[in-house]
């Protein structure tokens, strides 16, 4: 019991550090494109300066001779210039037409369309940097965030994304892998169970024939041999855990029948079975007969622990067009939340006694073995459980 609840706990607490981790992560990438963003504008300025500085440099020559003061300061500022290759720039005249772009990918014939499409997109993005060139003749330089900057801001999205892949990824394998070992682990008890069953139950029919020879009491030897033929059954079931079953076309009622028959005989007089279907229909479906049977015992038999020997169990059948429902209802004490999730896992028991594997075994048999369902349908503590199995017709 305590086991899975750790491992409840350790999925949960794994969870939340993934979570923490793209949190972080996300919090993180948020400052560093802030700062990049704010750099960014800087450089902006800086080249809007630098165009500015071009056409006033340019405008001072009055000579065909620059100086070589001059040629230096526009070799400057021409290199600041070209050196903006991922910041998108937009500049516009003071009528509103386009005077120059760079960083823009466009056909010849797109042209004005995509400039006005970035156009729109950076005058959401930032205000506009005015380069004053003289004479009230003002130009106005729009920018938006590099690919750089944007690629950045998707970093945390797919971070995290890629963190709860490697956890899913991890889980699921672990959970295939734990499965794998429960089932090397069940078919290899269940076939030892059945080889060492079968000595014992050899040596009881041959005392079964030689106590009909010594006239015993013929319905103490009928008793006997229903016994045994119980344990054949038994072995039986145990024997075919790890191989598919051979899945007949059998009337479910009957089998019902022969299940609550055998219980009611081997348990309290206290126990009451009350029975909400036609105990004389006929609902053909594919079933192992040995198999099934043992799940619906199982399902009582944890119902009468539940009740103390002493209560009602309820089943109820309805047929539906291509399944059929069968609900087992106990007055038992009830399964809490906590322990409904986990009531079908392997060694899971709130009793004292058991391997916990009876439930996981039913589980197997009606969802691997039938392509059924089995699950808690209610529970209320102090009040009772109704289990649920749905089988294919």
């Known amino acids: 019991m305590d086991i899975y609840l750790k491992r409840r706990r350790g999925k949960i607490l794994l969870l939340i550090f993934a979570v923490l981790i793209g949190v972080a ?143 899913l990824v991890a889980y699921f394998a672990f959970v295939a892998t734990n499965r794998a070992e429960q089932n090397q682990v069940w078919v290899g008890m ?26 015993v009491d013929p319905n103490l030897i009928k008793e006997l041999e229903q016994d045994t033929a119980r344990l054949e059954r038994i072995t039986e079931r145990f024997s075919k855990i790890g191989s598919k079953p051979e899945l007949l076309r059998v009337n479910l009622i009957e089998v019902l029948n022969s299940a609550v028959s055998y219980l009611k005989r081997r348990s309290s007089d206290k126990v009451n079975f009350e029975l909400i279907y036609d105990t004389k229909a006929c609902i053909e479906i594919p079933l192992n007969t040995a198999l099934f049977s043992w799940v619906i015992e199982n399902l009582c038999k944890n119902a009468i622990d539940a009740m103390t020997n002493h209560g009602t169990i309820t089943i109820r059948v309805k047929e539906k067009e291509k399944q059929v429902n069968i609900d087992l209802t106990d007055t038992g004490c009830g399964i809490s939340k906590n322990h409904q999730k986990s009531i079908f896992h392997p060694g899971f028991s709130t009793k004292k006694r058991g391997w916990g594997l009876g439930l996981s075994l039913a589980k197997r048999i009606v969802e691997i073995y039938h392509e059924g369902k089995i699950f808690i349908k209610s529970s209320e503590m102090g009040k009772g459980t109704t289990f649920r199995i749905i089988l294919n017709k």
């Open 25 to 167: 992560s996300m919090l993180y990438t948020n400052w560093l494109t802030k700062k990049m963003a704010s750099e960014e504008r800087v450089k902006v300025e800086i080249w809007a300066e630098a165009i500015k500085g071009i056409n006033n440099a340019t405008l001072e020559v009055t000579s065909p001779e620059m100086t070589q003061l001059q040629t230096r300061y526009l070799h400057f500022l021409g290199m600041v210039s070209e050196k903006n290759t991922t910041i998108p720039i937009l500049i516009l005249n003071p009528d509103g037409s386009f005077n120059f772009d760079r960083n823009i990918t466009y056909r010849k014939d797109r042209k004005e369309e995509v400039l006005q499409r970035e156009l729109k997109k950076m005058q959401d993005y930032a205000a506009p940097i005015s380069i004053d060139l003289g004479d009230s003749y003002k130009l106005m330089l729009y920018y938006r965030e590099s690919t750089i900057l944007r690629n950045l801001q998707l970093y945390p999205v797919i971070q995290l994304a890629v963190i709860m892949i490697f956890i």
């Open 190 to 215: 269940s076939k030892e169970t059945a080889h060492q069953l079968g000595t014992p139950i050899s040596s009881l029919m041959a005392w079964i024939e030689l106590l009909k020879l010594k006239n």
